[in-house]
């Protein structure tokens, strides 16, 4: 398991990607860093071991807020680039 990367939340790279501004493009390629993913997997094992501390529990959980949300929004992003014809 990862821990080294514990210093930065896994949800920040989404947060610092939509606060430097976006494109419909730029949101349907926005993938996490592996640093970030490493991270992510390390939140899902001791979720799955029953080891998350109340911290990780929270950034589990935030990640998951947030990464609905960019589903969502990236479904949308693909409406404005392949509108449907009227």
Not at 23 to 28: A, E, V
Request: hydrophobic residues 35%; without cysteine.
């Amino acid at each position: 398991m990862n821990t080294s990367v514990k210093t930065v939340k896994v949800y920040d790279e989404i947060v610092d990607f939509i606060a430097a501004g976006t494109t419909p493009q730029s949101l349907i390629d926005f993938r996490l860093s592996e640093t970030a993913q490493d991270r992510l997997e390390d939140l899902i094992h001791s979720a799955k071991n029953n080891e998350l501390t109340k911290e990780d529990k929270r950034e589990l959980d935030n990640f998951l807020t947030l990464e609905h949300i960019l589903t969502l929004a990236k479904a949308k992003a693909y409406k404005y680039i392949n509108p449907e014809p009227k």
